[in-house]
């Protein structure tokens, strides 16, 4: 598969289903300022959590330094308490630190909070990385 065909199916290919936190925008919105984060967050929509493939080199050095090898893309960011995304931007998260309450995806610096249905993929690292 040549990079194109991967970021085609990365972006619009089928996945496996997976479901978010249930709500309207506004109580997302309402819901995270709520939680008492202590780090800045974005209310996302449309996204693929990214299971990434990558050499066994790599994988070792990302986990030594806390992080999981997955990230999040968002077709649509509905807020972003830093001001960093518009609403209706995409976004690309950077790796995992934590996973809670089977909606918070918390990174070294945001939070990113997943509403309603998202999907589920693996890509390779080179392909997440000639994508964004």
């Not at 330094?65 to 830093?82: N, R």
Request: charged share 20%.
């Amino acid at each position: 598969m040549d990079i194109l065909e991967a970021i085609n199916e990365l972006l619009h290919g089928e996945g496996v289903p997976m479901l978010g936190r249930d709500m309207l925008d506004s109580e997302a919105i309402s819901y995270a300022r709520n939680l008492s984060l202590n780090k800045p967050f974005c209310v996302i929509r449309n996204w693929i959590w990214i299971d990434l493939e990558m050499p066994e080199a790599v994988r070792t050095k990302i986990i030594s330094d806390g992080l999981q090898p997955v990230m999040v893309y968002a077709h649509s960011v509905i807020f972003d308490s830093a001001g960093r995304f518009n609403p209706g931007d995409w976004a690309r998260s950077t790796p995992l630190v934590k996973f809670s309450d089977g909606h918070l995806f918390e990174t070294q610096n945001t939070i990113y909070l997943l509403i309603g249905q998202g999907t589920r993929k693996s890509a390779q690292l080179s392909t997440i990385i000639h994508v964004f």
